[in-house]
């Protein structure tokens, strides 16, 4: 089975940084589309970023791009989330996923087979 375990959340003030990371247990890392969500309390799960199996695609949901960056090292079973420029708006519980069907885009939320637990990202004023 796939595990995902996200962690590198936190407290931090508007204009912060953070670096979420990915681990991934499992043989397979290299075949995996890799996402990240976020859920914010009282609304639903949105999609974040992507990254190919290669690495070599991504795709950013328009209200992080440019502030988040999504890369991967295969040799750790490792996805990153780096965050700057955080808002308060950016508050939520940050989920990875892994998805089988590389064939499928990359922000096919329902495609994504795996899931990690969270790690809440809080963003002061």
């Known amino acids: 089975q796939v595990q995902l375990v996200e962690s590198g959340g936190g407290l931090v003030q508007a204009g912060d940084s953070l670096r979420l990371s990915c681990a991934v247990s499992?043989?397979?890392?290299?075949?995996?589309?890799m996402g990240w969500f976020r859920q914010a309390p009282g609304k639903e799960r949105e999609f974040v970023a992507a990254i190919s199996w290669s690495g070599s695609n991504t795709y950013y949901a328009d209200s992080v791009k440019g502030r988040f960056f999504i890369s991967r090292e295969n040799s750790k079973n490792t996805v990153y989330l780096q965050m700057n420029r955080l808002k308060p708006g950016d508050t939520a519980v940050y989920y990875c996923a892994a998805k089988e069907s590389t064939w499928t885009p990359l922000s096919a939320t329902s495609r994504y087979n795996y899931w990690g637990q969270g790690t809440q990202v809080t963003v002061s004023s």
């Open positions: 499992g043989r397979d890392f290299g075949n995996y589309d």
